[in-house]
């Protein structure tokens, strides 16, 4: 009886470990989804040097805005492979199915905490960017509108940045779960992505539909 007081006793232990480990990986990823926006900012002014047409404007704002809601992802794809490693440690005594819907949910949250955080600090900066010198017209007017969903770019940014989460999450699962031999392989994979999906951000300002051509 004792022993399985014991064991009882040290899985509620373990399964606290996890949620303190989960939740300060969420905290890194918010904090450094905020703490980048301003820096994000900055680097997506300076693709667009000297913006004068109006479209090129729009494009200077959106390039900075893309960037800015999804800044700090980079943190965030780094917490989501040892978040889906810990999904996996959690539901070790459950069927591989529900371990992966464990991963995709921490992954999930990852992203959710990170947008929402990075969303939060750039919108009004992005406000006042849209109102600064050099973006507005000869009346003062502001030629870019800075309401975030007339601008296809920017959520279709953060759908790539909360896909990439959720799927590096899920490939953390499958390190806890593969054999040896393809540990490597899904740890490369995860890493691979983080690069891929930073290309893709700034791109999708450029795609038509969702960019300012």
């Given at each position: 009886m004792g022993g399985v007081t014991q064991t009882s006793s040290a899985s509620r232990w373990g399964k606290a470990w996890y949620v303190a480990a989960y939740v300060a990986l969420i905290a890194v990823t918010g904090n450094a989804a905020v703490l980048l926006v301003a820096l994000n900012l900055d680097v997506?002014?300076?693709?667009?040097?000297?913006?004068?047409?109006?479209?090129?404007?729009?494009?200077?704002?959106?390039?900075?805005?893309?960037?800015?809601?999804?800044?700090?992802?980079?943190?965030?794809?780094?917490?989501?492979?040892?978040?889906?490693?810990?999904?996996?440690?959690?539901?070790?005594?459950?069927?591989?199915?529900?371990?992966?819907?464990?991963?995709?949910?921490?992954?999930?949250?990852?992203?959710?905490?990170?947008?929402?955080?990075?969303?939060?600090?750039?919108?009004?900066?992005?406000?006042?960017?849209?109102?600064?010198?050099?973006?507005?017209?000869?009346?003062?007017?502001?030629?870019?509108?800075?309401?975030?969903?007339?601008?296809?770019?920017?959520?279709?940014?953060?759908?790539?940045?909360?896909?990439?989460?959720?799927?590096?999450a899920g490939l953390g699962f499958g390190v806890a779960r593969a054999r040896p031999v393809n540990k490597t392989l899904l740890i490369v994979a995860s890493l691979v992505l983080v690069p891929i999906a930073h290309f893709l951000v700034p791109a999708v300002v450029l795609i038509p539909g969702v960019g300012p051509y």
């Open positions: 997506g002014q300076s693709m667009w040097p000297d913006a004068q047409p109006d479209d090129q404007v729009v494009a200077k704002w959106r390039t900075a805005a893309v960037l800015a809601y999804t800044s700090g992802s980079a943190v965030g794809h780094m917490c989501a492979l040892p978040a889906g490693l810990l999904a996996a440690r959690w539901a070790r005594d459950k069927t591989w199915r529900t371990g992966l819907a464990t991963a995709v949910l921490a992954g999930a949250g990852l992203g959710l905490a990170g947008l929402a955080a990075a969303s939060w600090r750039a919108a009004p900066l992005l406000r006042e960017f849209a109102a600064s010198p050099g973006m507005t017209d000869n009346g003062g007017r502001l030629i870019v509108d800075p309401v975030l969903w007339h601008h296809g770019c920017i959520p279709a940014a953060m759908v790539v940045v909360f896909a990439t989460l959720v799927t590096v």
